[in-house]
């Protein structure tokens, strides 16, 4: 990007940069990866067997693309028209998946189409306040359905809605303000109570190394 972005959809436009020459090789996709380091933690086994499975804000779609070629309709909705477009670049004639340029919450609040499963992978459930995305999951879950997410583990004593920082946003706080929502455990538990989901878990799967950043993993139902 040779502009500075001034809006959040322009600020993940930035996002995984091709840096080579040429276009850009799609990612090697061999797992659902939930974490940030390769093959730790579990797997596409914490959804169930969706049929139906919408990601919030797939970026790359990797893990979109896992789920497809395990034979799941899978729909990944994107802020960024820039992630968007290369997704869609790298993985058509993927049966079964698409990729949707849409706000997630103006996405969830306008359709109707239940899913079995939705999911956020260090996405969109990350940057969205959890009163504002969590009912409009709970509507678009057909009855016992899943919502599960992954995000960085929090900060202690930085909770609740927290800037972003780095390229692009140091010092322009006027201008551009990216948030993402960090709570402990216990807390993203009662908020997921308060929107009606049951058989909640949620707790933080440290790294495989000493001192490296955990991640934060939730699961929770819809009642049936």
């Known amino acids: 990007m ?25 990612p090697v996709v061999d797992r659902f990866e939930w974490t940030q380091y390769p093959g730790h933690g579990p797997g596409a086994e914490l959804l169930g067997a969706p049929r139906r499975a919408l990601d919030l804000g797939p970026a790359e779609g990797k893990e979109a693309v896992y789920l497809a070629r395990q034979g799941v309709r ?25 990729f949707v ?13 239940l899913f079995d499963v939705v ?7 990350w940057f969205t306040d959890p009163e504002q995305v969590f009912p409009l999951v709970a509507k678009r879950l057909a009855p016992g359905g899943v919502l599960a997410f992954s995000q960085a583990e ?15 946003l140091e010092g322009r706080e006027r201008e551009l303000t990216v948030l993402r929502w960090q709570y402990t455990p216990e807390v993203w538990t009662d908020l997921l109570k308060r929107h009606g989901f049951t058989d909640i878990q949620a707790s933080v799967l440290e ?18």
């Open 154 to 168: 929090s900060i202690p004593g930085a909770y609740g809605p927290q800037r972003m920082q780095g390229k692009w």
């Open 2 to 26: 040779s502009h500075l972005p001034h809006t959040p959809a322009e600020y993940w436009d930035t996002y995984m940069p091709h840096r080579g020459e040429g276009d850009q090789p799609a």
């Open 207 to 224: 790294a495989p190394e000493a001192g490296k950043v955990g991640t934060l993993l939730a699961r929770a139902r819809i009642g049936a």
């Open 101 to 113: 340029h849409a706000d997630v919450c103006d996405y969830l609040a306008s359709g109707a189409e």
């Open 74 to 98: 899978v729909t990944g909705v994107d802020l960024s028209p820039v992630q968007v477009e290369r997704a869609r670049g790298w993985w058509n004639g993927v049966p079964g998946l698409d």
């Open 119 to 125: 999911y956020s992978v260090w996405g969109a459930v």
